[in-house]
């Protein structure tokens, strides 16, 4: 098992940016994909981004494509989600999380080690 914990977490006013940062303990970091999820309250969590264990190809939820970027550096155990032009609709708590294989997927079943959660809220 791994532990994760997010930070970056805050208050933005809508437009602005954010940068998310997941640190991971354990050396198997680098052989996982990560994700990021989001859960709002009264909703389900939803996918917001993966990257497989190279850090290449990630993928995005519709939502958030072209403004947010997951990277990871291997290195430092760590995985990022810069959120950039966020909207009144991004506020939730964000989630990493470390996935059961290398590359990343939509669902969160596919994940199995999950971080406590930062709170992202934008004002408008």
């Known amino acids: 098992q791994v532990q994760l914990i997010e930070s970056g977490g805050g208050l933005v006013q809508a437009g602005g940016s954010l940068r998310l940062s997941c640190a991971a303990s354990g050396r198997t970091f680098g052989s996982y994909a990560m994700g990021w999820f989001r859960q709002a309250p009264g909703k389900e969590r939803d996918f917001v981004a993966g990257?497989?264990?190279?850090?290449?190809?990630?993928v995005y939820a519709d939502s958030v494509k072209g403004r947010f970027t997951i990277s990871r550096d291997n290195a430092k155990n760590t995985v990022y989600l810069q959120m950039n032009s966020l909207k009144p609709e991004d506020p939730a708590v964000y989630y990493c999380a470390r996935g059961r294989g290398p590359e990343p997927a939509f669902w969160s079943s596919e994940y199995g080690d999950w971080g406590q959660g930062t709170q992202v809220t934008v004002s408008s």
């Open positions: 990257v497989r264990w190279s850090g290449h190809t990630p």
